[in-house]
């Protein structure tokens, strides 16, 4: 069980941080620019939330193997775009303001305002995001080791235990239930 953890706790935060790093850069370049920057982002993102998620992993997982980093990858991918939406909508807020309008009138450059005067501003509902999301992704990734399409049996995670004891739930309960919980 804490041998599983460790895997846990690094695919997890790993994909999830790399969703929030591409979600805000979307987010903050689709928010910022608008127009036929943002209907195209915004219309990628929109495609792949139009898939449900586990159907988008067992696919991509299915056609590149399962490993860590496909698993990361497929995370990452498919979180991205809710990421991007949540740091669109408080630039869409924060772009008119007079501190945005100030700096443009400074001089400061696109990225300047980007990552300087809109993303600070985001850092809430942001932290908010990244620690449900790794709620999230902790119970995907035991979802998939659970479907067995999950990490590869050297590396194990705590859906693929439940899934190797779950013949045995009558016999050592303890076997099932505690990966289970641990998942929960």
Do not use: C
């Amino acid at each position: 069980l804490i041998w599983g953890a460790r895997t846990v706790l690094t695919v997890a935060p790993t994909a999830v941080l790399g969703a929030v790093i591409l979600g805000v850069f979307l987010g903050l370049l689709s928010g910022y620019r608008g127009g036929l920057v943002d209907a195209v982002i915004m219309r990628i993102g929109d495609t792949l939330l139009a898939f449900p998620k586990i159907i988008l992993y067992l696919i991509i997982i299915a056609k590149f193997g399962a490993s860590a980093f496909n698993i990361i990858a497929v995370i990452t991918l498919s979180s991205a775009p809710i990421v991007a939406r949540i740091v669109r909508g408080v630039t869409l807020d924060i772009k008119n303001r007079d501190y945005v309008a100030a700096a443009r009138m400074r001089g400061e450059s696109a990225l300047f305002i980007m990552f300087v005067e809109i993303l600070p501003n985001a850092r809430g509902p942001l932290i908010v995001d990244f620690f449900l999301r790794l709620g999230y992704t902790t119970i995907a990734i035991g979802v998939l080791g659970f479907l067995g399409v999950g990490l590869p049996p050297p590396d194990p995670d705590w859906g693929g235990m439940v899934k190797e004891a779950y013949g045995m739930i009558f016999v050592w309960p303890h076997m099932t239930l505690i990966p289970a919980a641990a998942i929960s």
